[in-house]
């Protein structure tokens, strides 16, 4: 049976800081252009909304059903939404993504999974395959309710392209980068797990868009909770880590361009996330 979803991070806490952090919907257009027209589409762990109105303006969604267990995020992510259109059905509720999910089998015709599966995994588990039971009913769960034909669109980060983030190399050293790789199953972990599920057709593509936007590279933020608060990274460090982390910046920041076109360079060679389709 699936495990609890883990609670390294406070969500409620978390839904007031991310879209003032400059968190950002990645892999608009590639999703868009995989999505049929009349869509039917459910996301899965949708935070605060923030893919909900780019897809919707694409004109190619009828009815969009988004969940998420926390009420903080699901309150931001329906403040939000207030302005869409009534011609699409629109339904935000709560779901828990470790349950069968509330739907019959082939209702929709596409679903989302953005930056999700680190929070779903279990590392306290004794061996791999139960750290990551969590994603494999998930992946189970979104073939069943999926259309013949439908696509599962997910954006997660390769543990490359964790290894290449500027917070995480400032926060982890190499020895202690299993805390992050733990909890977010790599790519060929997941093609594995999604071929189980039953998905034949995976693709997988990188993307170099930050998933804090703009402010990415606004490295002076760290100091600031607000902003740490919108990326469960920090929330994966204890505070010792946390405070040499924020000294190792600051000497950084004493050549900030120089620092600034090494992260770039990273952004640019391994990508931020990959987005995954699988059908």
Not at 173 to 186: A, E, G, H, I, L
Not at 247 to 253: M, P
Not at 261 to 276: A, W
């Amino acid at each position: 049976m699936p495990s609890e979803i883990n609670d390294y991070e406070d969500y409620n806490k978390a839904s007031k800081s991310y879209d003032k952090s400059g968190r950002t919907p990645i892999c608009i257009k590639r999703i868009i252009n995989r999505l049929p027209i009349n869509c039917s589409i459910l996301d899965a762990g949708c935070g605060t909304g923030n893919y909900i109105l780019p897809l919707i303006e694409s004109g190619k969604i009828i009815s969009y059903t988004a969940i998420d267990i926390n009420e903080g995020m699901l309150s931001a992510a329906k403040r939000k939404s207030k302005c869409i259109s009534s011609e699409v059905n629109l339904k935000i509720q709560q779901g828990n993504l470790l349950r069968k999910f509330e739907f019959d089998n082939n209702t929709f015709d596409a679903i989302i999974i953005n930056q999700v599966l680190h929070h779903l995994t279990d590392v306290d588990k004794p061996t791999r395959v139960e750290q990551i039971e969590n994603v494999q009913h998930v992946f189970n769960e979104c073939r069943r309710v999926l259309k013949e034909g439908g696509v599962l669109c997910i954006n997660t980060s390769s543990h490359a392209q964790n290894s290449a983030l500027w917070y995480v190399r400032l926060l982890l050293p190499d020895n202690k980068m299993s805390k992050v790789f733990k909890r977010f199953p790599d790519l060929s972990e997941m093609e594995v797990m999604l071929s189980k599920a039953g998905f034949n057709n995976i693709i997988m593509e990188a993307d170099t868009e930050p998933m804090l936007g703009k402010s990415y590279h606004d490295y002076e933020k760290a100091f600031e909770a607000s902003y740490r608060n919108a990326e469960s990274t920090f929330a994966m460090v204890t505070s010792e880590e946390l405070e040499a982390g924020l000294i190792r910046l600051k000497k950084c920041l004493r050549d900030r361009d120089s620092y600034d076109k090494k992260v770039r360079q990273d952004q640019q060679k391994e990508g931020c996330s990959t987005e995954i389709f699988a059908t």
